[in-house]
């Protein structure tokens, strides 16, 4: 898609407002100085070594994304259940293994239950695993008849086919396979885990989808669709810690777009994530808001204010003041391993801006040691850089196709600890 004509599609979807200007300019963007990445939000102290940023900085940072932009993830259930629903030891033409697996989460005020999709390598040693929250349902990830189809969907087109009464069609079977190629995956030796993310949250998008959510079975109130499905992430690592052929230390949270906002937030609140990919995940993911270069605070809080805590909204104009901008909160990942992908026509989502975000996010990756980190010339279409932390930019539009797997894989495969 042109940036035009995302551009386009987004200001049609605001509600009437005084248009806001979507800047694709660069020679427009604010001249407003980064916080220190290395600060507590405020400025007051700076860490000088892992220790100060581990005990005195990164708590503080931590609440401040909570607090001002996503909102508090919600406590691990009081009770889970994991049960097998469907397997097979001979998927994807005899390469993986397939687990299909129904989690069960139970709360003061109700239960809720979802099915994750798993394939694993057929390998001797459990396998890492990239887990994802999908768009369109589990079985439009693969064209695969044994794919267990959600009861709910929401109303969309895909490939031509309108979805009106959020009822799954078989026809949206594979539909979505470019975007999980689950055989080039298996073959560079991980696995691959997937929920559909309004199993978690429904995303009406035009409609708070918070009362048929997972957050309906707690007492307490909460609110953030994207702490939802990062919470929902975190419920699949619990699955995957009861797999015997999953390697549950070695997950990578993963996610494209929205859903990749979604990956960043599982992996900085949730420590068991060995590390996370950011692809296309733009405003309020890895770009940097001061830029204010395509989808702004504004925007994205005038359009999706259930996304966020209802803090988010004071900040929409303001983002010069925000005590802390995403490098920061890119930051909290570290030092494990984080790769951000970006698009080059996928401007709405500030390519530019998840560079810069990830180069000033690594020092506090050298804080823990890591010299091989990204500088201005490692930015370019199609030269992956793969140190100590990783980027890309894919030439072409807003997607997660095969060659961002091949260079997540790449990436990981080496940046990984290795099996313990
Ligand atoms: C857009 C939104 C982006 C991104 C995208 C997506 O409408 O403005 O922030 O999240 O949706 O998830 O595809």
């Known amino acids: 898609m042109k940036p ?28 407003a100085p980064l916080p220190d990445a ?49 397997s097979s030891d001979d998927a994807l033409g005899g390469k993986a293994l397939r687990r299909q697996i129904k989690i069960t989460l139970g709360g ?37 008849p044994e794919i267990i189809m959600p009861e709910w969907v929401r109303n969309t087109r895909l490939g031509g086919i309108q979805i009106s009464d959020n009822r799954p069609t078989e026809k949206y079977r594979g539909l979505q396979s470019r975007r999980w190629p689950y055989e080039k995956i298996i073959s560079k030796g991980f696995g691959a885990a997937t929920i559909y993310y309004c199993d978690i949250y429904p995303d009406l998008e035009k409609a708070d989808g918070a009362p048929q959510s997972v957050y309906s079975i707690f007492k307490e109130p909460m609110n953030g669709a994207i702490a939802a499905w990062s919470w929902g992430l975190s419920r699949a690592l619990d699955a995957l810690e009861t797999v015997p052929q999953a390697d549950a230390k070695r997950a990578v949270a993963v996610g494209h777009s929205r859903l990749g906002k979604t990956a960043l937030l599982a992996a900085a609140f949730d420590a068991r994530f060995a590390g996370a990919v950011s692809n296309d995940s733009g405003c309020m993911g890895a770009a940097l808001s001061r830029r204010q270069f395509g989808e702004t605070v504004e925007i994205i ?120």
């Open 4 to 31: 035009l004509a995302i551009c386009s599609f987004a200001l049609a979807a605001l509600p009437s407002l005084g248009a806001p200007t979507v800047n694709y300019d660069e020679a427009k963007v604010p001249d």
């Open 38 to 86: 290395l600060s507590a939000p405020g400025g007051t102290f700076k860490a000088s070594n892992a220790l100060e940023w581990e005990s005195r900085v990164r708590p503080k940072i931590a609440e401040f994304f909570e607090s001002e932009v996503y909102g508090r993830r919600p406590p691990r259930p009081e009770r889970e259940t994991f049960e097998i629903v469907e």
């Open 108 to 144: 003061a005020k109700g239960e809720k239950s979802f099915i994750m999709l798993l394939y694993l390598p057929k390998s001797p040693a459990p396998a890492p695993v990239f887990v994802g929250l999908n768009f369109m349902g589990n079985h439009a990830t693969a064209d695969d």
């Open 301 to 420: 809080t005038r359009q999706f204010p259930f996304w966020f805590s209802p803090e988010l909204r004071k900040w929409a104009g303001r983002e010069a003041e925000m005590p802390a901008d995403q490098h920061q909160m890119l930051a909290l990942i570290a030092p494990r391993p984080l790769y951000v992908a970006s698009a080059s026509e996928d401007l709405w989502a500030d390519p530019r801006g998840e560079f810069l975000s990830l180069a000033e996010a690594s020092k506090a990756y050298a804080l823990f040691g890591a010299k091989n980190v990204p500088s201005e010339a490692d930015f370019g279409v199609e030269k992956p850089f793969a140190g100590d932390v990783g980027y890309h930019m894919r030439r072409g539009g807003h997607d997660i196709l095969e060659y961002d797997w091949e260079n997540f894989c790449n990436f990981f495969s080496k940046a990984l600890p290795r099996a313990r």
